[in-house]
């Protein structure tokens, strides 16, 4: 039986950009420098997870040219507390992987990685995508509203293996999803805003346990039954309290091959 906080056989991959680093804030920053021009709007207000989409079609072209920039990649802040966060998920047993799109400058990304956490073993933990939808693991960690959407634009054409949990940001909270998530008609997926009030949500990542809900995992072990020429190996998942309906349903639900239970352990006075 192990005890204390576990997360064993958990697979768990953390999108790269406005997720671990403060890729919005950097774009803003260098505009301004750059530009001597006022930004059109700060992160409290964006309306698009696409950098460039925040910006008249005029300014476009100057975004590209401010993300492609020697040293901006690698001049990017982290997320307050978010490599502590990650250090925190493996050392708790997860098979933590880090997802980076192919765009922009790869060697600084991984300079990037280096940077933070001081070691090459991260370096190995890193998946170069722009294709989500391919993904295998039990969580997937990003900003994006619709990572589902990614490859085909339509969430019933394809079943993902992963739970998508929404790293916040103004632009996939649900309020700002009664208007088109693109100015472009075209890229438009076919979802709306309810399937973003039901995904989990990381506000801070500080939060992540509490908001992730395992935070309540007290002890897992695992349980052969069967007989010997039909044998069934399930994991148990002991918690402290009893966890919400919803939130124990995808516990179970959205773990790859494992074969997860719940049970709770109350104390009864005589």
């Keep these: 039986m192990e005890s204390g906080f576990k997360l064993k056989n958990l697979v768990v991959f953390v999108d790269m950009d406005n997720t671990l680093n403060k890729f919005h804030e950097g774009v803003i920053q260098r505009y301004e420098a750059k530009y001597q021009v006022k930004r059109p709007r700060d992160t409290a207000t964006l309306r698009f997870s696409d950098t460039k989409e925040n910006y008249p079609l005029k300014d476009r072209p100057k975004i590209d040219e401010i993300c492609n920039e020697p040293g901006f990649i690698l001049n990017l802040e982290p997320q307050p507390l978010a490599i ?27 300079q990037w990685i280096l940077n933070q956490f001081h070691t090459t073993d991260w370096v190995d933990r890193i998946t170069f995508t722009n294709d989500k939808t391919i993904l295998k693991c039990d969580y997937l960690i990003d900003d994006e509203p619709y990572p589902e959407t990614t490859y085909k634009g339509n ?45 989990k949500r990381i506000t801070q990542w500080k939060n992540w346990k509490i908001e992730m809900g395992l935070d309540e995992i007290q002890t897992t072990f695992p349980y052969e039954h069967g007989s010997d020429d039909s044998r069934d190996r399930d994991r148990y998942y002991i918690f402290d309290r009893q966890p919400k309906h919803n939130a124990a349903q995808s516990f179970c639900s959205g773990t790859g091959e494992e074969d997860r239970n719940i ?3 109350e104390t009864v006075s005589k």
């Design 155 to 199: 969430l019933t054409d394809f079943q993902v293996s992963w739970q998508h949990v929404v790293f916040d940001k103004s632009y996939n909270r649900p309020e700002f999803h009664q208007k088109p998530l693109s100015r472009d008609k075209k890229k438009q997926p076919k979802l709306d805003s309810l399937q973003l009030t039901n995904k």
């Design 84 to 110: 502590q966060s990650l250090k925190e998920m493996r050392a708790a047993g997860a098979d933590v992987r880090l997802l980076c799109s192919t765009n922009f400058s790869l060697s600084e990304r991984i």
């Design 263 to 265: 049970a709770i352990l």
